[in-house]
């Protein structure tokens, strides 16, 4: 799933690809916002973006099963 972070006064969004379906997103962006804390995902490829909660601005969430183009596609 293709995850886009918008933060507060910043011009570029953080974009994450994760494993993670839209309602694990959903209930962790809701947890962090719910306890003023930090919303910590983590990509497929082992990286991690730590967003304070109050800073968050939007989250976008694309699809889930995003179709591969290239050499590489199954």
């Known amino acids: ?3 886009k972070i918008g933060i507060v006064n910043v011009a570029r969004e953080v974009s ?3 494993t993670l379906t839209g309602e694990e997103v ?3 962006v809701t947890e962090a916002l719910n306890s003023n804390g930090l919303l910590d995902l983590s990509d497929d490829k082992g990286r991690r973006v ?3 909660a109050a800073q968050i601005g ?3 969430l694309g699809p ?3 179709r591969k183009v290239g050499f ?3």
Request: charged residues 30%; without cysteine.
């Open 1 to 3: 799933m293709d995850i």
């Open 16 to 18: 994450i690809e994760s």
């Open 26 to 28: 959903a209930e962790k």
């Open 50 to 52: 730590i967003v304070p």
């Open 58 to 60: 939007y989250i976008d």
């Open 64 to 66: 889930e099963n995003a």
């Open 72 to 74: 590489g596609a199954v």
